[in-house]
């Protein structure tokens, strides 16, 4: 099996049928995680980079250990230690030196939308955006959508609201365009701030400030960590009043269907965009998705490579 | 010096209203006929040009030359050289260099530099600000009696709006246009694209269109109110075009100009992030590219100006982000206007007017911009029909910044006149 493109570095990067096989492989991996020994030798004498040029601790540690339990051999670099950060050396130049030492896979993330692309360019390994600015962050919505599949047991025709920082969120930009590909239905939903201009056209999804009034039909609800500042620009007054009238609570959800489930891609504000009592509720499947991670980027890391292993 | 006869070409001279095939004599850094002839005096060198379109020297009233300060994007031997290949025989250069061109001495600089390694003639444009900060006026009169041309904060507005309307008010004394960099910072933020479909899609902080507008509407009131000539630099959207327009029927004194870039490219454009698309204002949508060069056509926007801002591999190879703003304009613009021409969008006489007479009367510059008898002897020859691609690193400019690399390209510069001499020739 092998997926149809060389790199991830968008959704549009992946057919519906890349975005199944990765499901499958993804479901058949994550057994591997619930063994005492939790490591097979799939991926054995291949190297991959892991270069977060943004800080990450979710993500990296997932990454991280998806490699381990292949078996493949990865190294890291991290913000503070690169040239990057310090030196003033272009990212080409770092992707370049890395190139040099002949990586099969580097898993890119940074602050700069865009520079997985370029950094795609410039090497002959393969390339994951481990999410790229505000851009996208596929992995994310993989694992999302592999979350979505557990629990519903089914994807086309799912109802999906997100609601939250759609403006910033590399993960909102993924999720739209994977759910989209996949055949659910999306809602927005967030203070007009924080929602794209052209949103609907862009990504084929429905805009509702107040959230409510599709709550009553939907199968998921995302909810995205919002910052009230910015860059120093400032997007809603406080996070008192975001909680008040974005912010979901055991009380709005009042009206929603029984099997509703709650997703984050965290790090949750406990009290903002979600009440910490949602959060740890029977809803929430904010650790499933976490779970998932590991396996999905096993699956893409295997598919990635295929199925003709290093030296075997 | 010698004289020349150039000969066997049409000749476009949209200030004389001449369009056909005559010959021109020049003498002594002059033209000094325009004749039926083709019969060349004796002692005069023939060039001969058929096939070719002869045009008044290209002027271009737009261009970084980062010199001083930063040579190492440009300087003014390079930059000019870079001018003279893409048919310009008459360039105004910007006041963002380091230092700025606040002050008659650094004016003094960029003219002395110019004539000294020059490849055409170099008009600095003054700051309106000390430093370019917007906040006191730099000196204007000392800058105008030095040689400055107009005055100008470009790349930073004046955000000011106190300071914009007694700087417009001063430069009157000597008569210098004030040139406009419209963008009010606080709406375009962090913004390094066009607010759009195309940056919603991508995750890039937007510029939306306003925050060009509002300050074209701002300036527009100061020019009404000031009676002071306002010059609107690289207007870009369809709403600027409408706000310029209404200024001109109500007979306030603007002017405008687009550069190349922005009539030729869209957002479309940055969608795989080249950082080389990167560039303020941005590129934006077409509905706004087709409202400017429909207005290029009527003539609301009167120059072509292309906004040339070279920058060395290493401002760009940062990320889309964080890459500096700016595209090497000089040598691709013929190409890229003919490309109008051909399409039937302007006429050829059109494209050379906004080349030439019109930079010419903005500027109040005397004797160029036109091929009548006694005025400098600028010229361009160009073959309207002649193809090549564009090769970023065969670039004079020391800038490479082009998004139109590898692009097949048909109009050439053949030769390029600079006061009676040769400045270029391919």
Request: net charge negative; with cysteine.
């Amino acid at each position: 099996m092998r997926l149809s493109t060389r790199h991830i570095l968008s959704i549009n990067d992946l057919t519906k049928k890349d975005v199944l096989t990765i499901l499958q492989t993804a479901s058949s991996f994550k057994e591997i995680s619930e063994r005492p020994i939790k490591k097979v030798p799939t991926l054995r004498g291949r190297t991959v980079i892991n270069c977060f040029f943004e800080d990450s601790t979710r993500t990296r540690l997932s990454f991280e250990l998806a490699e381990k339990r292949l078996s493949a051999d990865s190294s890291n670099i991290g913000k503070s230690g690169s040239a990057m950060a310090g030196k003033g050396e272009t990212l080409l130049d770092t992707v370049r030196n890395i190139e040099a030492m002949r990586p099969d896979i580097l898993v890119i993330r940074h602050s700069v939308a865009g520079a997985p692309a370029q950094a795609a360019e410039a090497t002959n390994a393969h390339v994951i955006n481990a999410g790229d600015g505000m851009h996208e962050h596929p992995t994310q919505a993989l694992l999302d959508l592999m979350t979505i599949n557990e629990a519903k047991g089914r994807i086309k025709g799912l109802k999906v609201g997100i609601v939250g920082d759609i403006l910033h969120s590399r993960v909102a930009r993924s999720d739209m365009l994977l759910f989209r590909k996949m055949g659910m239905e999306l809602f927005v939903g967030g203070p007009p701030t924080l929602i794209p201009f052209g949103v609907e056209e862009a990504f084929g999804v429905t805009v509702c400030h107040d959230i409510g009034e599709v709550l009553p039909k939907l199968d998921v609800l995302m909810l995205l960590r919002v910052q009230r500042e910015r860059q120093g620009e400032q997007f809603f007054p406080s996070g008192r009043e975001y909680a008040r009238y974005f912010g979901i609570t055991d009380e709005k959800l009042k009206g929603a269907r029984e099997d509703l489930i709650i997703m984050h891609p965290g790090p949750v504000n406990r009290g903002i965009e979600l009440s910490a009592a949602v959060a740890d509720g029977p809803r929430s499947v904010i650790l499933d998705q976490v779970t998932c991670g590991v396996a999905v980027r096993m699956a893409v890391l295997y598919l990635l490579l295929g199925d003709t292993h290093g030296g075997e | 010096m010698a004289s020349y006869f150039i000969t066997g070409g049409r000749v476009i001279d949209p200030a004389s209203k001449t369009d056909a095939k005559l010959s021109v004599l020049i003498e002594d850094g002059k033209v000094s006929q325009l004749t039926q002839s083709r019969k060349a005096p004796e002692g005069a060198v023939v060039i001969d040009a058929s096939g070719c379109i002869v045009s008044p020297g290209f002027i271009d009233m737009h261009v970084h030359l980062r010199d001083p300060g930063q040579e190492y994007k440009e300087d003014i031997e390079s930059g000019t050289r870079a001018a003279a290949a893409g048919g310009f025989t008459t360039i105004c250069c910007m006041p963002n260099t380091e230092p700025a061109i606040d002050c008659a001495s650094v004016a003094q600089y960029v003219i002395d530099r110019a004539r000294e390694k020059g490849a055409c003639n170099v008009l600095p444009i003054g700051a309106i600000t000390r430093g370019l900060a917007g906040e006191a006026m730099s000196d204007i009169g000392d800058l105008a009696g030095a040689g400055a041309c107009a005055i100008s904060d470009d790349g930073k507005p004046v955000m000011n709006a106190g300071v914009m309307r007694r700087a417009m008010e001063y430069a009157k004394a000597f008569g210098l246009p004030i040139i406009a960099h419209s963008e009010d910072r606080n709406l375009a933020g962090v913004g390094v694209m066009n607010e759009g479909l195309v940056s919603t899609e991508l995750g890039l902080n937007g510029i939306p269109a306003v925050a060009e507008e509002a300050m074209i509407a701002r300036d527009i009131m100061l020019a009404e109110l000031t009676g002071s000539h306002l010059h609107v630099a690289h207007a870009s959207t369809m709403g600027s075009v409408e706000l310029i327009s209404h200024a001109k029927r109500r007979g306030i004194s603007v002017t405008a100009e687009a550069t190349p870039h922005h009539l030729t490219l869209t957002d479309e454009a940055v969608s795989d992030f080249d950082p080389n698309t990167k560039v303020n204002p941005p590129l934006r949508t077409e509905a706004d590219r087709t409202a400017l060069i429909k207005a290029l056509a009527d003539g609301t926007i009167d120059a072509i100006a292309t906004d040339h801002a070279p920058h060395n591999i290493v401002d760009k190879e940062m990320g889309f982000e964080n890459a500096a703003f700016g595209i090497s304009g000089l040598e691709t613009m013929l190409p890229l206007m003919l490309a109008l021409v051909n399409e039937k969008k302007i006429t050829l006489k059109r494209m050379i007017e906004a080349l030439t007479s019109a930079p010419a009367k903005i500027l109040n510059l005397k004797g160029k911009g036109t091929l009548k008898a006694g005025s400098d002897a600028d010229v361009t020859i160009f073959d309207p029909a002649s193809s090549w691609t564009v090769q970023a690193d065969r670039f004079i400019s020391r800038g490479h910044n082009t998004p139109f690399d590898g692009l097949r390209v048909t109009g050439k510069i053949k030769w390029t006149i600079v006061g009676g001499r040769i400045a270029y020739s391919s």
